[in-house]
């Protein structure tokens, strides 16, 4: 039974679970090292295809690259934040379009091609990864927040769909974590690697439709659901994002 995973994140550690695994991403030449990697140190089988999330017409490519493959697990890890920084709307890149097919496309297409397939096994897995930035509409990163909070209200409504035909579809809303989106930040008790956030998240598959994914997230997000929305929404909070927050992520990031 083979997995699909989106992206390249933490596939070594997934591999370890005794799956056969296909990569799909943009750049052939990190899918090649990581399939050899996983291939020579764990045995499994790997299966790459290259294509860029940020397009639209790659879908029917994907399908026939998957024809014969029983999916029993699918991972929509994909995802692109145009801003790192926090910037008003109009100060942000404006390559939505791509935002759009990265962010919120893939996951749809994606699910359509192997949930059928699922359904009609009446078993399988959907992990989508959203953020906590979809849990409720963010200042300065309204395109990512609202572009997550779509992944999030998709992954719900589909899990009341398809619960009774024996599928997990699982959202994950996790905050910080450093991979090369987030410039690979500094990690701390909040910030984790991306190995970290994997191995942990996994042992929260079925506890329910919803998780951040660790413990330490649930725990931010418990935090940041106290604060008043008039509070979180003021020119107070923004003026901190843009200048306290900005100050920290120069620290902790790897930006020029």
């Given at each position: 039974?083979?997995?699909?995973?989106?992206?390249?994140?933490?596939?070594?550690?997934?591999?370890?679970?005794?799956?056969?695994?296909?990569?799909?991403?943009?750049?052939?030449?990190?899918?090649?090292?990581?399939?050899?990697?996983?291939?020579?140190?764990?045995?499994?089988?790997?299966?790459?295809?290259?294509?860029?999330?940020?397009?639209?017409?790659?879908?029917e490519?994907?399908?026939?690259?998957?024809?014969g493959?029983?999916?029993?697990?699918?991972?929509?890890?994909?995802?692109?934040?145009?801003?790192?920084?926090?910037?008003?709307?109009?100060?942000?890149?404006?390559?939505?379009?791509?935002l759009?097919?990265?962010?919120?496309?893939?996951?749809v297409?994606?699910?359509?091609?192997?949930?059928?397939?699922?359904?009609?096994?009446?078993?399988?897995?959907?992990?989508?990864?959203?953020?906590?930035?979809?849990?409720?509409?963010?200042?300065?990163?309204?395109?990512?927040?609202?572009?997550?909070?779509?992944?999030?209200?998709?992954?719900?409504?589909?899990?009341?769909?398809?619960?009774?035909?024996?599928?997990?579809?699982?959202?994950?809303?996790?905050?910080?974590?450093?991979?090369?989106?987030?410039?690979?930040?500094?990690?701390?008790?909040?910030?984790?690697?991306?190995?970290?956030?994997?191995?942990?998240?996994?042992?929260?598959?079925?506890i329910?439709?919803?998780?951040?994914?660790?413990?330490?997230?649930?725990?931010?997000?418990a935090?940041?659901?106290?604060?008043?929305?008039?509070?979180f929404?003021?020119?107070?909070?923004?003026?901190?994002?843009?200048?306290?927050?900005?100050?920290?992520?120069?620290?902790?990031?790897?930006?020029?």
């Amino acid at each position: 039974m083979a997995k699909v995973h989106m992206s390249i994140l933490s596939e070594t550690l997934l591999a370890r679970q005794g799956f056969n695994v296909v990569l799909i991403s943009r750049t052939l030449e990190k899918l090649q090292a990581i399939a050899a990697e996983i291939e020579w140190t764990i045995g499994s089988t790997v299966k790459i295809i290259q294509a860029d999330f940020a397009k639209d017409d790659i879908y029917e490519y994907i399908k026939e690259k998957l024809k014969g493959l029983e999916i029993g697990i699918l991972v929509n890890n994909v995802g692109m934040l145009p801003n790192l920084l926090p910037s008003h709307f109009l100060n942000t890149p404006d390559d939505f379009q791509s935002l759009i097919h990265c962010n919120i496309t893939s996951v749809v297409k994606m699910t359509q091609l192997i949930l059928k397939h699922m359904k009609s096994r009446q078993k399988g897995l959907i992990l989508n990864i959203s953020s906590g930035a979809a849990l409720f509409p963010w200042p300065l990163y309204s395109t990512y927040s609202a572009s997550k909070a779509f992944v999030y209200t998709f992954s719900k409504a589909l899990q009341a769909e398809y619960k009774e035909k024996g599928i997990i579809i699982q959202v994950l809303t996790p905050y910080a974590i450093s991979t090369p989106m987030t410039k690979c930040l500094n990690t701390n008790m909040i910030t984790k690697t991306a190995d970290e956030f994997v191995k942990e998240s996994l042992n929260y598959v079925t506890i329910g439709d919803e998780t951040c994914g660790c413990l330490t997230h649930e725990i931010l997000a418990a935090i940041l659901s106290l604060i008043p929305s008039w509070a979180f929404y003021s020119s107070v909070f923004q003026k901190m994002l843009l200048t306290r927050y900005v100050d920290y992520l120069k620290k902790n990031a790897n930006i020029r």
